[in-house]
């Protein structure tokens, strides 16, 4: 979407509660602030797919624009809400959605933002954070994760067969939401930090429901990412054990953060690979 265009969709003055939406369609291609795109990213195709933008109607009256991918045909389909990194959906969390297509999934990505703002033009991560992901409240993106799951079942999702992935911000957004949603079957976290500082938008980490996750959780890291240090990735492994919940986390020891990150630099094929597998073990395990 040209920069024109997007303005179009604003309003001329933005109410100081930001009651109205600054997001009301996905953008297009990759985020600014990641830019330039490496050689190796991946392009899954549709065939065989339906996929493309909806939008969503949340709890609080909202439509909140998502990209949905499922197998053509009839029928209902296990599904996956798909959680965004830092930078909104965009083409990297598009293909992920394909990707799970092909693999029988009915996989959402909701634009979670989509009320605070538009990542895609930000070309400064620290600002993408602080004028966005920071306004951003963990109850808002539950009940909003609630929505779409409820979406995916009356569009040719099963009503029975829920999971999760999400990839950095959304790694722990997995986390906190297998708390949530007793009827979450299993998720599967991307390198999402585990504990932190706490604030009003987010007033409780990971760490702190150690033995209250509704659903089990497998978690990807690396041990070589210096946003979320090993002893932290240890402290939850044993909360954990001493709860004797059924999450394990992996950690993949040469690995960077976003290391399944396929348009960046810290890209890792074999890991990422890997913990790919792994995750869609695990969602047939706990039968989704």
């Known amino acids: 979407m040209a920069t024109s265009d997007l303005k179009s969709l604003l309003p001329d003055v933005l109410p100081e509660n930001r009651r109205d939406f ?22 899954t195709d549709t065939k065989g797919l339906t996929a493309g933008e909806v939008q969503i109607l949340m709890a609080d009256g909202k439509m909140v624009p998502a990209y949905r991918a499922r197998p053509t045909g009839g029928g209902r389909f296990p599904t996956v809400l798909v959680v965004q990194e830092i930078f909104g959906v965009h083409e990297h969390i598009k293909d992920l959605c394909r990707r799970l297509a092909k693999s029988g999934y009915m996989a ?11 990542v895609s033009k930000i070309e400064n991560i620290q600002e993408i954070i602080d004028k966005v992901v920071s ?24 009503t029975t067969r829920l999971a999760i992935t999400g990839f950095c911000w959304g790694g722990r957004i997995v986390w906190m939401y297998a ?31 150690a033995g209250g996750f509704k659903a089990p959780v497998i978690g ?64 047939k395990k706990y039968g989704v």
Not at 186 to 200: F, I, M, S, T
Not at 245 to 273: L, T
Request: proline letters at 6%; glycine letters at 10%; zero cysteines.
């Open 22 to 43: 600054l997001v009301s369609k996905l953008a297009v291609g990759f985020a600014l602030a990641v830019r330039p795109i490496g050689a190796q990213t991946i392009v």
């Open 108 to 118: 959402v990505a909701p634009e979670l933002f989509a009320r605070q703002g538009d």
């Open 135 to 158: 306004k951003v409240p963990d109850s808002q993106v539950m009940s909003d994760l609630d929505s779409t799951a409820a979406w995916a079942t009356k569009n040719g999702g099963s």
């Open 179 to 209: 708390a949530h949603n007793p009827k979450l079957d299993a998720g599967a976290a991307w390198y999402g930090r585990l504990e932190g500082d706490k604030n009003a938008m987010t007033p409780k980490n990971p760490l702190d429901y």
């Open 220 to 283: 990807f890291y690396g041990g070589k990412d210096t946003g979320i240090p090993l002893e932290s990735i240890e402290r939850m492994r044993g909360a954990l054990k001493v709860v004797g919940d059924e999450s394990e986390i992996n950690v993949y020891p040469q690995a960077q953060h976003g290391f399944n990150a396929d348009y960046r630099p810290s890209y890792k094929k074999d890991d990422a690979e890997d913990a790919w597998k792994k995750m869609l073990a695990w969602f």
